[in-house]
């Protein structure tokens, strides 16, 4: 988790004065991962959904509609999170055959 720090100089209060105090507010910033799937001519929708369910966790409409879309579309982000956890579920899904990456 990164934090980003801003400094407020001045802000108006409720009753609609001027404040000039200085004020620091801290912002989580995170940065969100992506497990991109992507169309391949060898795996069948049935093992798609399949490894989507175990391994992302999907319900399985949830995995038929990545399915589709990926098989439509070419690709599609079947799960996002942080890096570490979505470094784990890419290598289970290239561990089964599907052709997956982060971004």
């Given at each position: 988790m990164n934090l980003y720090q801003k400094t407020v100089?001045?802000?108006v209060s409720e009753?609609?004065?001027q404040l000039d105090e200085e004020v620091e507010l801290l912002e989580d910033v995170t940065q969100e991962n992506k497990v991109?799937?992507?169309?391949?001519?060898v795996n069948t929708f049935d093992w798609v959904i399949e490894c989507l369910i175990e391994i992302c966790e999907h319900d399985e409409i949830?995995?038929?509609?990545?399915?589709?879309l990926v098989h439509f579309k070419g690709k599609a982000v079947v799960k996002t999170g942080s890096?570490?956890?979505?470094?784990?579920?890419?290598?289970?899904l290239c561990?089964?055959?599907?052709?997956?990456?982060?971004?």
């Amino acid at each position: 988790m990164n934090l980003y720090q801003k400094t407020v100089n001045s802000f108006v209060s409720e009753s609609g004065t001027q404040l000039d105090e200085e004020v620091e507010l801290l912002e989580d910033v995170t940065q969100e991962n992506k497990v991109v799937l992507y169309n391949d001519d060898v795996n069948t929708f049935d093992w798609v959904i399949e490894c989507l369910i175990e391994i992302c966790e999907h319900d399985e409409i949830q995995a038929e509609q990545c399915a589709l879309l990926v098989h439509f579309k070419g690709k599609a982000v079947v799960k996002t999170g942080s890096l570490e956890n979505m470094q784990a579920i890419c290598q289970a899904l290239c561990d089964r055959d599907l052709s997956a990456t982060i971004e």
